[in-house]
T-cell receptor, first 112, second 110 residues
Framework: QKEVEQDPGPLSVPEGAIVSLNCTYS??????FMWYRQYSRKGPELLMY????GNKEDGRFTAQVDKSSKYISLFIRDSQPSDSATYLC????????????FGSGTQLTVLP | NAGVTQTPKFQVLKTGQSMTLQCAQD?????MSWYRQDPGMGLRLIHY???????DQGEVPNGYNVSRSTTEDFPLRLLSAAPSQTSVYFC?????????FGPGTRLTVT
């Protein structure tokens, strides 16, 4: 079993929809949680990160971590065609914060 | 501030050939790493370095070598290319747990 599991999709939604992207993890030591966005044929770029449990909001994006269920979520409000990309979740423990474990990515398409 | 740069962008090799993928960063980060990305497999760590002169293996190190003579540069060497090394390779530099990725090198081994 991989330490971070992510539904690969693909996920297709109409413009303006609320998108929910999810990951589960198995390592209880994970404290840092990140979301990367990767456009086609580009490198991943850091979108958001959180530490421990709770929510973090940045514009149309909200990252949520539920440590009791080991669940990581990214919500995108008012989705735009420019949000079409692959979204990767990643986690790390505080003991080895540099050793990231990535999910396999969810491919999202927002249709105009 | 260019961030993380990688060359070449594309490369085609024949089985058995060797080559070096270049990576450089201008953010003065100590930690650098190399990943390969394959469909359905996500990002897998090949090698990493915590500073000049210090390197270590990641999840999939076989067939690859690295060295780190300066803070800025972290080249990845393919010793004898195999079709299984066909992939997209990303170099990353890190500040704590935050990774900054380069644009990638798309490698095909025939």
């Amino acid at each position: 079993q991989k330490e971070v599991e992510q539904d690969p999709g693909p996920l297709s939604v109409p413009e303006g929809a609320i998108v929910s992207l999810n990951c589960t993890y198995s390592n209880s030591a994970f404290q840092y949680f990140m979301w990367y966005r990767q456009y086609s044929r580009k490198g991943p770029e850091l979108l958001m990160y959180t530490y421990s449990s709770g929510n973090k909001e940045d514009g149309r994006f909200t990252a949520q971590v539920d440590k009791s269920s080991k669940y990581i979520s990214l919500f995108i409000r008012d989705s735009q065609p420019s949000d079409s990309a692959t979204y990767l979740c990643a986690s790390a423990s505080s003991g080895s914060a540099r050793q990231l474990t990535f999910g396999s990515g969810t491919q999202l398409t927002v249709l105009p | 501030n260019a961030g993380v740069t990688q060359t070449p962008k594309f490369q085609v090799l024949k089985t058995g050939q060797s080559m070096t993928l270049q990576c450089a960063q201008d953010m003065n980060h100590e930690y650098m790493s190399w990943y390969r990305q394959d469909p359905g497999m996500g990002l897998r760590l090949i090698h990493y370095s915590v500073g000049a002169g210090i390197t270590d293996q990641g999840e999939v190190p076989n067939g690859y070598n690295v060295s780190r003579s300066t803070t800025e540069d972290f080249p990845l060497r393919l010793l004898s290319a195999a079709p299984s090394q066909t992939s997209v390779y990303f170099c990353a530099s890190s500040q704590g747990f935050l990774r900054f990725f380069g644009p990638g090198t798309r490698l095909t081994v025939t």
